[in-house]
DNA sequence: GTGTCGCGCGCC
DNA sequence: AAATGGCGCGCGACAC
């Protein structure tokens, strides 16, 4: 029986009346039930909405369901703030005259039939003009990654929902939007079919500290009011609570219709609260964060005070955190391509290399162990022989559980006391790369019909506003040296058209850069604002730092760079020939992968740690660790590493003065610290554990999440000139510029993939927003390859 | 068998 | 007194 939208009585609720409302009042919420969570498997079972309150407190909710078994539908009106103290009074007092007040509160609920159910691609189709024609509203979501995915995919209708190839009236729609506007290309929005919003975005924005905490969990915190959850019911019914439970899908409606109603109470208090951490005033922080978005303040919700401009959270909010919410839905669906021709054979190559040193390790001990097993190393390496081999544990730390500590880095400088540990810490590390990449992505990706990844990125995961990346699996920590894992993820398999490319692009030394920015440290500024930069290749001393001494008159001065060549100089101020080379401290960005040469250590474990390290105030004995530096006795060299960090600072004179700063700023603010762009991080909590730490994570927070700002600033730059090239192509290149993907992040580096026939603009356009997403004291550095894989792209 | 925790590893 | 920070995942060990 085929059932249009006029055989359905919807009475107020139908999507014509539904989208009117919302238009006129400005906001609506909406939220889809599932099937579950995967939306290029799982399939929409019903979409809910709710339109706040106009003047006559006549808030509008509808819950149009798909699911074919569909009965009827319950609208149980939310417990009001007054319902719920009069209910609670009388629960307390079980007085009649107390019962008596809260029924006369109590709302009742109030049953609509539908059957069969409705008809999921009209009803969608007929919505679709909320979501893609409705420019001055804001349509909230509690999640609008899911959501978005879920209509991208699962619609129902032939186009689906934010698909930027098939939407071409959109695109069209956006041209004449810009001339009304007279914007410039690179600012225009192409999302803008309505205003999203996002209500756990903006939770986040207001408390870092919340992480990864549900609509209800928040509510009850923020609203001491106690939801109930479809998967609630679903639980409780399984473990046989209720003897007779209503229709599941029935449940399902009504707890949808709780879902939309506290997300809007949850999105509205949490952009007040935004409001009233950053009231309305403008910023000047040196990036693009603003500029940019002074047409925003349209976009304020109605509640606000029009006549303010939009605080500084707010921007962010709008600015940053919800376009790149859209990006991020885009990476996760698109996914990201595996070979796992390939990893099976790294994965064989792993098993053999594991197998002779676990071959090795029998051996040496005369018996074979598990050095996965925690304990079990540590009873080989430190128990007294004969039950273990007795090595000492002075430098060693102790786990939480008492136990001796066998991580890489605790035991490492141990290899030189015997032979067993460094096959341990191989074995480890292979076993690492074997089981938790190597086989994993095989499986994945094996079993994929796209033989894509579509791996989740997290944008309320971290502190710090980091991405965080998870399910199934973390694209931010595959092994880069191994070089063995990162040639799976590429842009075709053998025997596929060579036609895309992968195309990589990373900061050069962002979270140094934004520590001189943040610093002012002359010394570094210097450094990074030297144009073409170290000459220095292969370890030799860098020209630029070459110091000459005249023997004759003790003038010192530095050689130009391409001059004459060495030794025929001429003293500039008495035309002696005679001079004395010394090297002065270079100071170049790549510095801190060259301290070592610098400083005359041995230079490869120091290079790596270096100046992270000693920015973010590491001491010298775990530095000695991270460095590897022990003498012949196995003695860790604290003196030396002293001398070293002493060195490092008095090179970077600003870094500890900003230090200092950050902790006086931190005691003036209440222990808030401030990214560039103006994000906070609440650090009182963590004051009362543990005041130096506290500090050093505001440190850290400062450099690495104003690093995140500007890598997120680049992503929705560069996301929008292409889609602006998307737009304006021909029909046929439209094509290839909806193929154009954010594929992964990892924190001061992108992945992409485009077709390989627009190689150049697409590298042009990524290392132009790359490189302009701020303006700090120095350059922005940034550099995009292309190759076949991750291996080829850095 | 299932779930939680600590540990150890990968990445920035 | 001494002190780098931020993530996610798989395994072993242990509790139930």
């Not at 939220?31 to 407190?57: M, Q």
């Not at 009074?89 to 006369?104: G, V």
């Amino acid at each position: 029986m085929a059932l249009t939208l006029e055989d359905i009585d919807f009475g107020d609720v139908s999507p014509a009346h539904l989208i009117d409302v919302a238009r006129t009042r400005g906001h609506v919420v909406f939220d889809l039930e599932t099937s579950g969570l995967d939306c290029h498997h799982d399939r929409i079972e019903g979409i809910a909405f709710y339109v706040p309150e106009g003047k006559d407190n006549d808030a509008l909710r509808a819950w149009y369901p798909f699911v074919p078994k569909t009965m009827q539908m319950f609208v149980q009106p939310d417990e009001t703030p007054e319902e719920q103290a009069a209910r609670l009074k009388h629960e307390r007092t079980k007085s009649p005259d107390d019962y008596d007040a809260y029924m006369a509160l109590k709302q009742v609920a109030t049953l609509h039939d539908f059957r069969p159910a409705m008809p999921q691609a009209e009803t969608m189709e007929a919505l679709r003009p909320l979501f893609e024609d409705s420019p001055r509203t804001v349509v909230v979501a509690a999640n609008a990654k899911f959501d978005i995915g879920f209509m991208r995919y699962a619609s129902g209708c032939e186009r689906g929902f934010w698909d930027w190839e098939k939407d071409l009236s959109v695109v069209d729609k956006l041209e004449a939007w810009w001339k009304l506007t007279d914007e410039k290309p690179a600012d225009y929005k192409p999302w803008e079919g309505c205003i999203l919003a996002d209500s756990m975005l903006a939770d986040f924005l207001c408390d870092e500290n919340f992480h990864a905490y549900g609509l209800k969990r928040r509510v009850r915190e923020l609203f001491d009011h106690e939801m109930t959850t479809y998967l609630d019911v679903a639980k409780r019914r399984k473990q046989g609570y209720f003897g007779f439970m209503a229709d599941d899908v029935q449940a399902l409606g009504h707890y949808a219709m709780e879902d939309v109603y506290w997300t809007w109470r949850l999105y509205e208090n949490r952009m007040c609260r935004l409001d009233d951490l950053t009231p309305g005033e403008p910023i000047t922080t040196g990036t693009d964060v603003v500029t940019a978005l002074g047409k925003l303040s349209r976009l304020r919700p109605s509640h606000f005070d029009p006549s303010r401009a939009m605080g500084n959270l707010e921007r962010l909010f709008w600015g940053i955190d919800m376009p790149l919410c859209v990006i991020l839905e885009e990476m996760e669906s698109t996914g990201v391509l595996i070979d796992h021709r390939w990893l099976r054979k790294v994965t064989a190559q792993l098993e053999e290399k594991k197998e002779k040193i676990l071959d090795e390790i029998e051996q040496i001990l005369g018996y074979t162990i598990n050095p996965n097993s925690a304990p079990q190393v540590s009873t080989i390496l430190f128990a007294p022989p004969p039950t273990g081999l007795g090595l000492s544990t002075k430098y060693v730390a102790q786990t939480g559980t008492g136990m001796f500590s066998t991580g890489s880095k605790e035991i490492g400088h141990l290899k030189r006391a015997h032979p067993v540990v460094e096959k341990i810490l191989d074995w480890r590390s292979c076993d690492t790369v074997q089981g938790n990449f190597s086989i994993k992505l095989t499986h994945l990706a094996s079993e994929a019909p796209d033989g894509r990844i579509h791996s989740g990125f997290n944008q309320t995961g971290t502190k710090i506003y980091r991405l965080s990346s998870s399910n199934p699996i973390n694209m931010q920590n595959q092994p880069r040296d191994k070089n063995l894992i990162r040639k799976a993820f590429c842009a075709y398999l053998e025997g596929m058209p060579e036609d895309m490319l992968l195309f990589g692009c990373d900061y050069s030394q962002i979270e140094l850069r934004v520590a001189a920015h943040l610093s002012g440290d002359l010394g570094m500024i210097e450094v990074y604002n030297m144009v073409g930069g170290c000459k220095a290749a292969g370890g030799e001393p860098c020209e630029r730092f070459k110091l000459w001494v005249c023997e004759d008159c003790d003038h010192k001065w530095t050689p130009a760079l391409f001059d004459v060549p060495n030794g025929s100089h001429k003293c500039p101020k008495c035309d002696s020939n005679e001079h004395t080379e010394h090297q002065k401290r270079c100071r170049h960005v790549d510095l801190h992968q060259r301290t070592a040469e610098d400083v005359g250590v041995p230079r490869n474990p120091l290079a790596k740690n270096a100046n992270f390290g000693l920015l973010y105030r590491m001491a010298s004995p775990r530095f000695c660790q991270y460095a590897d530096l022990y003498d012949e006795k196995g003695e860790p060299r604290i003196d030396y590493a002293d001398e070293l960090i002493k060195g490092w600072f008095a090179a970077y004179p600003a870094i500890e003065p900003f230090h200092w700063k950050t902790e006086e700023a931190l005691k003036k603010s209440g222990w808030v610290a401030y990214t560039i762009a103006g994000r906070q991080r609440r650090l009182s909590a963590e004051r009362w554990k543990n005041e130096y730490r506290t500090i050093t994570q505001a440190i850290q927070f400062q450099v690495s999440g104003s690093a995140q700002d500007i890598l997120k600033i680049a992503m929705k730059r560069i996301f929008k000139e292409i889609k602006w090239h998307l737009q304006r192509a021909s029909r046929a290149m439209r094509k290839l510029w909806a193929k154009v993907r954010f594929l992964i992040q990892v924190h001061d580096e992108v992945i992409l993939e485009a077709p390989a026939v627009l190689k150049d603009e697409v590298m042009e356009i990524i290392n132009r927003q790359m490189q302009g997403a701020a303006k700090l004291r120095v350059p922005l550095v940034a550099d995009c390859k292309f190759g076949r894989s991750w291996d080829h792209v850095h």
